[in-house]
């Protein structure tokens, strides 16, 4: 990076925001603007491009990387910071003011391992409407992640996986509004998607267990101590590891 790119990147945004670590990556690219022109309505799409090629990748390493350096910023949805929040175009021209947010992109994908630590974080939990992100993984067409047949199984294994992680979140899940979508004609990725929805989750009634983890994950949620606070909970690992989703 030459000196008068370093000197801009210095003064467009502050050594602690973590736009400037993706920033650094994208800047050595040739741009065809002027240095003078480098502010945040101009670095910014390459940011959320950086962020859709992490997520399209599935790299969930980075991804917990920026929940970390972002979490004290996840309250205010309107804060620039707050990238879980903000809404961006994986795959045609990148657009911070358009598009889907990074949960419902890895719905949509079906990536379980990174839909693990955006639940951990408690993403799902700040949804307005979370069953529209158990509706995704169910129905959401799969060709968005797969190009050819054989990765089909690949793709419905981590659906799969997705809906057994949902159900460790929420206390109700909407049977009638997936049979709804059903009756219209839309076509579920897994067949026996109702084997892999606890009863507990629509018929019977809540584990009193779970009911606990709910409880105790959403006071950890107010205080935005979502997943560290739980390590510091005097309580044994198994109970640690049950309220960070593990089981």
């Known amino acids: 990076m030459s ?20 920033i650094d990556k994208v800047f050595k690219r040739p741009s065809l603007q002027s240095l003078h022109q480098w502010g945040y309505h101009c670095y910014e799409p ?7 090629k992490i997520l399209r990748k599935g790299n969930p390493d ?34 911070p003011l358009s598009g889907i947010t990074p949960l419902l992109y890895v719905a949509q994908t079906r990536q379980s391992n990174i839909l693990k ?10 949804e307005n409407n979370p069953v529209n992100i158990v509706l995704t993984i169910l129905l959401y067409p799969s060709r968005v992640r797969i190009m050819v047949d054989h990765e089909l199984v690949d793709i ?10 949902c159900s460790r979140v929420l206390s109700t899940i909407s049977i009638r509004e997936i049979e709804m979508q059903l009756s219209l004609g839309r076509r579920p990725i897994i067949s026996n998607w109702l084997d892999y929805i606890p009863s507990t989750r629509y018929k019977d009634p809540c584990e009193l267990l779970h009911l606990c983890r709910i409880t105790i994950r959403a006071q950890l ?5 979502l997943p560290n606070g739980i390590f510091s909970l005097l309580i044994p690992v198994r109970l640690q590891n049950y309220l960070n989703l593990e089981s």
Do not use: H
Request: net charge positive.
């Open 156 to 165: 419905e294994e981590d659906a799969k996986t997705c809906l057994v992680l």
């Open 46 to 52: 390459r940011v959320y491009r950086t962020l859709a």
């Open 117 to 126: 630590i955006l639940l951990q974080y408690g993403i799902l939990e700040r």
């Open 221 to 225: 949620l107010t205080n935005n101590m």
């Open 62 to 95: 980075f991804v917990e990387l920026l929940l970390k350096k972002t979490k004290d910023y996840v309250q205010d949805r309107s804060f620039n910071l707050a990238l879980i929040w903000r809404t961006f175009t994986p795959v045609y021209c990148p657009s």
């Open 3 to 22: 000196k008068s790119s370093k000197l801009c990147c210095k003064t467009s945004c502050p050594r602690s925001n973590i736009f400037c670590s993706l």
